[in-house]
T-cell receptor, first 114, second 115 residues
Framework: NAGVTQTPKFQVLKTGQSMTLQCAQD?????MSWYRQDPGMGLRLIHY???????DQGEVPNGYNVSRSTTEDFPLRLLSAAPSQTSVYFC?????????????FGPGTRLTVT | AQSVTQLDSQVPVFEEAPVELRCNYS??????LFWYVQYPNQGLQLLLK??????LVKGINGFEAEFNKSQTSFHLRKPSVHISDTAEYFC?????????????FGAGTRLFVKA
């Protein structure tokens, strides 16, 4: 199993550009989440999904969109990039059926907005 | 609402010394508690978790943590650290009511092990 994969690893955007961060998992996990990591702030939840076709907002959803058309994929879209979105983005998945509650994280995407 | 406070942003320690990384949480409902480790330029990996039962939880790489409900703490300990333990450590909490899918992370503690 590849686990949770994310692409790209690095990205530089100009203010106002849009892009999609890709996330895929091959563990058949129902739950998937997107976090951003900023120095001194830990990880903050952007959006999450409890299954295909079901998404909800997390702590810091503004400026981001998500959709979940398949169990495997959970892309994160930046609609109009701003310097405040410079961060490291992590995708995570979890199997709710296990009752274990731990999450599996991808390697991250480092995004810089100039 | 839940919150997690990691009391130390950085912890320098010499190799083979013991270490404790402190974590306090607040929640009005029962919680699940986790410690994750992040090595440089990598994603987070689970170290250990507390779901129920024994309050002393053992994890990977010789780490353990103790859940103290009265003090709302979940401190992480290791009796003898190695250089390879240098990493950032995150305490996290999920509440029972949301099925555990909303996880709140602390700000992280950077452990630096010196030779």
């Amino acid at each position: 199993n590849a686990g949770v994969t994310q692409t790209p690893k690095f990205q530089v955007l100009k203010t106002g550009q849009s892009m999609t961060l890709q996330c895929a998992q091959d563990m058949n996990h129902e739950y998937m989440s997107w976090y951003r990591q900023d120095p001194g702030m830990g990880l903050r939840l952007i959006h999450y999904s409890v299954g295909a076709g079901i998404t909800d907002q997390g702590e810091v959803p503004n400026g981001y969109n998500v959709s979940r058309s398949t169990t495997e994929d959970f892309p994160l879209r930046l609609l109009s990039a701003a310097p405040s979105q410079t961060s490291v983005y992590f995708c995570a998945s979890r199997d709710p059926g296990q009752g274990a509650y731990e999450q599996y994280f991808g390697p991250g995407t480092r995004l810089t907005v100039t | 609402a839940q919150s997690v406070t990691q009391l130390d942003s950085q912890v320098p320690v010499f190799e083979e010394a013991p270490v404790e990384l402190r974590c306090n949480y607040s929640s009005s409902v029962s919680v699940y508690l986790f410690w994750y480790v992040q090595y440089p330029n990598q994603g987070l990996q689970l170290l250990l978790k507390y779901l129920s039962g024994s309050t002393l939880v053992k994890g990977i790489n010789g780490f353990e943590a103790e859940f103290n409900k009265s003090q709302t703490s979940f401190h992480l300990r290791k009796p003898s650290v190695h250089i390879s333990d240098t990493a950032e450590y995150f305490c996290a909490v999920s509440d029972h009511d949301t099925g555990g899918f909303k996880t709140i992370f602390g700000a992280g503690t950077r452990l630096f092990v010196k030779a």
